[in-house]
């Protein structure tokens, strides 16, 4: 079945350090790809997607690129802030042949930015 | 306007309880999704409502576990004859039809089974 393998830290930086959480993932079909965030004591909040292959998903100073031929989607930031620190989630929707539009995640990345 | 909410926030249970969790989607999504987030297992897809179709129940872990949606808004998961292996949060999303890329998710049912 479909999976999303990514780095599981802890991550801990110093605020305006560069940042990269590496993702890839492992699907039948052609899915989407995503990057969840979930802040201290908040629930998940979208953070970026991208739908097909050298799409480029950007929010907040966040990016990550669907790369189809190394089956990755990197998050990267260059410059990161205390209020960035959160645990991120990549994870992959494969609606491909008529399959559901659950979101199948990684484990999580647990990232800490000190001032 | 208003998340997706859910309730209670937390729920302490006896082992071999039946436990009821409440998912109130954001008004006029019609797909809802549950998902179970645990420390051994991370991010799991339970339960997948949309619209009048069949639900899709291929993460439910057991027969204890079920759900059900009335009059396609808010949805009830059930857990009979808890385990302390259920012990989890339990979060639910909505999506309008068309955007299911977009899932928006409520802040979770903290569960604890002793």
């Known amino acids: 079945g479909d999976s999303v393998t990514q780095m599981e830290g802890p991550v801990t930086l110093s605020e305006e350090a560069f940042l990269t959480i590496n993702c890839t993932y492992t699907a039948t079909g052609y899915p989407s790809l995503f990057w969840y965030v979930q802040y201290p004591g908040e629930g998940l909040q979208l953070l970026l997607k991208a739908t097909k292959a050298d799409d480029k998903g950007s929010n907040k100073g966040f990016e990550a690129t669907y790369r189809k031929e190394t089956t990755s989607f990197h998050l990267e930031k260059g410059s990161v802030q205390v209020s960035d620190s959160a645990v991120y989630f990549c994870a992959l929707s494969d609606l491909t042949g008529g399959g559901s539009e659950k979101l199948v995640f990684g484990k999580g990345t647990k990232l800490t930015v000190n001032p | 306007g208003a998340g997706v909410s859910q309730s209670p926030s937390n729920k302490v249970t006896e082992k071999g309880k039946d436990v009821e969790l409440r998912c109130d989607p954001i008004s006029g999504h019609t797909a809802l999704y549950w998902y179970r987030q645990s420390l051994g297992q991370g991010l799991e897809f339970l339960i997948y409502f949309q619209g009048n179709s069949a639900p899709d129940k291929s993460g439910l872990p057991s027969d204890r576990f079920s759900a059900e949606r009335t009059g396609g808004s808010v949805s009830t998961l059930t857990i009979q004859r808890t385990q302390q292996e259920d012990s989890a949060v339990y979060l639910c999303?909505?999506?309008?039809?068309?955007?299911?890329?977009?899932?928006?998710f409520g802040p979770g049912t903290r569960l604890t089974v002793t």
């Open positions: 999303a909505s999506s309008l039809r068309g955007q299911e890329l977009e899932q928006y």
